[in-house]
Nanobody, 115 residues
Framework: QVRVMDSGGGLVQPGGSLRLSCTTS????????MGWYRQTPGNQRDLVAL???????SYADSVKGRFTISRDNARNRIYLQMNTLRPEETAIYYC?????????WGRGTQVTVAS
C-alpha cells in the first residue's frame, strides 16, 4: 500500500512563512502528479498546487507568486513553501499523490494564520 505522510503545519503570524513536507513510501517519480489541497470546516477541499512527474508546476490563482511547490527526488519528498500567509488561508492542508486510477492522500496538517 502506498503511504503519503504530510507534515509541517503550525501557527504562523499573518505575513509569515511556513514550509510543508510530504513524504511517500514510493519514489515521487512513480506518480503522475503530486500536490496539495486545503480545506476549512464546512467547505470543499480546494487544490492549492501540484507538480507532475516531469516537473511541471501549477498553482491556484490565489497563491501564485507566494507559494512554491518543489520536489526532492532522493528523499521521496515534496514541499510547499508558503510565504506572505493570510488569515483566510488557515486550513488543513492535505498532500496527495496520483497513480491512476488511484489518488493517495495524506492525513492532513493544520496551518493556522493568526496574530
Amino acid at each position: 500500500q502506498v503511504r503519503v505522510m504530510d507534515s509541517g503545519g503550525g501557527l504562523v503570524q499573518p505575513g509569515g512563512s511556513l514550509r510543508l513536507s510530504c513524504t511517500t513510501s514510493e519514489s515521487v517519480l512513480s506518480f503522475d502528479a503530486m500536490g496539495w489541497y486545503r480545506q476549512t470546516p464546512g467547505n470543499q477541499r480546494d487544490l492549492v498546487a501540484l507538480i507532475t512527474s516531469s516537473g511541471d508546476t501549477s498553482y491556484a490563482d490565489s497563491v501564485k507568486g507566494r507559494f512554491t511547490i518543489s520536489r526532492d527526488n532522493a528523499r521521496n519528498r515534496i514541499y510547499l513553501q508558503m510565504n506572505t500567509l493570510r488569515p483566510e488561508e488557515t486550513a488543513i492542508y492535505y498532500c496527495y499523490a496520483d497513480h491512476p486510477p488511484t489518488r493517495f492522500w495524506g492525513r492532513g496538517t493544520q496551518v493556522t494564520v493568526a496574530s
